[in-house]
């Protein structure tokens, strides 16, 4: 069976490195799936999960609030300032996070308050449908 090495990294540690038979994630201009021996890609990705099909068929689900997805024939490298393991994702904390981030626009002073805040729901809202979605297969 064929299969490429993946690295998933954030601004603080290493998440996911190894093997796997598929990867699927959220680029820019949709959804992009990656096997192995994919053609060399470069491209910013959104908020939103990253699929890990591992050589044993179980997924890892990774949460990623935007990036960078290099592609190469036998590795697949994303990287992120933000990005979480689905079974370390945490419903009470996202909550609290988007009632912040509602508060914050509500209280905006200028375009830049408001930008600020719009981005941190958009990231919010893809982390929280990340969680469903891993609480879905699991």
């Not at 997805?69 to 994303?78: A, F, I």
């Not at 009632?99 to 809202?125: F, I, P, Y």
């Amino acid at each position: 069976m064929k299969t490429i090495h993946v690295d998933v990294v954030s601004a603080e540690e290493s998440i996911f490195s190894g093997p796997a038979r598929f990867v699927a994630l959220p680029g820019e201009a949709g959804e992009l799936g990656i096997l192995p021996k994919h053609t060399p890609l470069i491209s910013r990705i959104k908020p939103g999960s990253v699929r890990i099909e591992l050589p044993d068929g179980s997924e890892e689900f990774i949460f990623v609030a935007g990036g960078i997805l290099e592609v190469q024939p036998n590795c697949v490298t994303v990287l992120s300032d933000t990005a979480i393991r689905g079974k370390d994702l945490d419903e009470q904390k996202a909550k609290v996070a988007k009632a912040a981030a509602e508060e914050a626009m509500k209280n905006a002073k200028n375009d830049v308050d408001l930008a600020k805040a719009h981005s941190e729901l958009t990231v919010l809202a893809a982390q929280a449908a990340a969680l469903r979605k891993y609480r879905g297969k699991h």
